[in-house]
């Protein structure tokens, strides 16, 4: 039992007591216990020996229990970030050979191509299911929600049940297009409340250099069991995308052609939300299809670090995918889900066109 004890404060736990008697700490039993397993082994566990160094070091220069923030840890742990975000076709294949293979969702999608089932069906990752991403990922298009508003989540886990989708699972979305479309699958299942789902690094094409295998036909899994819930991640109405552009930082998806009023293919009006600066998805991946590496994300959107930041894209999907990137800088930002579709399609809305200047 832990009580207080009258006329004492209680300082901390068990690394705040060694720390005060200035003798060894559990870290080095625990971290420390599984780099040793690990070597052992002829393996490595590089995560747990930085975190086991790092503790040791700070022990070492008197720094105090609970200080250490997340800005230290992502530091300690460069890749940590990146790798709750994303999965590389490698690791993919080995964890489907293994005892918990994630749940597979192929979100084939591109604007102006509708043949995306007929893709999938030509060839796909083994076991993956097909996901729709106008009807499943979005509810029917309106003015003032956009072409993409976030579908009601009954209806969505309606179709996570469908896909398979249990509680405890992992979740791995892909795509063709470098994520830009699995990235809406990806947002909109932690959003629902999902923490374990991640994007295919370098989507089909990364797949199809290692010479994976690909099936074909349709998918039919057992049926999922998973709960889903809303508000898991932030989000913003088309007043607190304003209201961000002015304050803080909105920034805008789409190309740099349609940001800045020169060509507009699919909404009611050309340029962009007044105070909004252009960040085209294009710019986070490399020219392989994959993301930037991690430190050249983190440069990208260094000057935003401790500044609030929000995503629009056209219609809410691309959108998504800048806020993938952003994350594996360390950065969150809120999506606003309605984007320009919804933003140009009222007319009491500003529109500005050329660069912002800030």
Excluded at 34 to 56: H, K, S
Excluded at 72 to 86: N, Q, W
Excluded at 183 to 200: C, M
Aim: charge should be negative.
């Amino acid at each position: 039992m832990r009580r207080p004890i009258p006329g004492h404060e209680r300082g901390g736990s068990s690394t705040w007591q060694s720390l005060t008697r200035s003798s060894s700490l559990e870290t080095d039993y625990l971290y420390g216990e599984i780099a040793l397993q690990a070597r052992l082994l002829g393996r490595t566990a590089p995560w747990n020996a930085a975190l086991a160094e790092r503790v040791q070091q700070a022990a070492a220069e008197g720094i105090e229990p609970g200080t250490l923030d997340d800005a230290d840890l992502l530091t300690t742990l460069p890749e940590l970030s990146r790798r709750a975000v994303l999965i590389d076709a490698t690791g993919l294949h080995r964890q489907l050979a293994g005892d918990r293979p994630p749940v597979l969702l192929d979100v084939r999608w591109a604007l102006g191509d509708t043949g995306g089932r007929e893709h999938y069906l030509a060839g796909h990752l083994p076991g993956a299911v097909y996901v729709d991403l106008d009807t499943e990922l979005a509810a029917p298009a309106e003015p003032l929600s956009g072409r993409h508003p976030l579908p009601e989540i009954a209806a969505l886990q309606i179709s996570a049940r469908r896909w398979g989708i249990t509680a405890g699972r992992p979740v791995v979305v892909y795509d063709d297009n470098g994520g830009t479309a699995a990235a809406r699958a990806w947002w909109l299942l932690r959003w629902a409340g999902l923490t374990d789902v991640r994007i295919l690094d370098g989507a089909l094409g990364a797949w199809r250099a290692r010479d994976f295998a690909l099936s074909t036909g349709d998918e039919t899994p057992p049926e999922g069991d998973i709960e889903l819930g809303v508000g898991h991640l932030p989000t913003l109405t088309a007043d607190e995308a304003a209201a961000l552009a002015a304050d803080g930082v909105l920034l805008d998806a789409r190309s740099g052609e349609r940001y800045r009023g020169e060509v507009e293919p699919v909404d009611p009006r050309a340029g962009h939300i007044p105070g909004a600066l252009s960040a085209p998805t294009g710019d986070n991946l490399a020219s392989d299809g994959v993301f930037r590496p991690t430190a050249e994300l983190r440069e990208q959107f260094s000057q935003l670090s401790g500044t609030k930041v929000g995503v629009y894209c056209g219609s809410g999907v691309t959108a998504a995918h800048q806020v993938a990137a952003l994350a594996i800088a360390g950065i969150d930002a809120a999506l606003f889900p309605g984007s320009w579709s919804a933003w140009s399609s009222d007319p009491a809305r500003p529109a500005a066109t050329g660069e912002e200047a800030r």
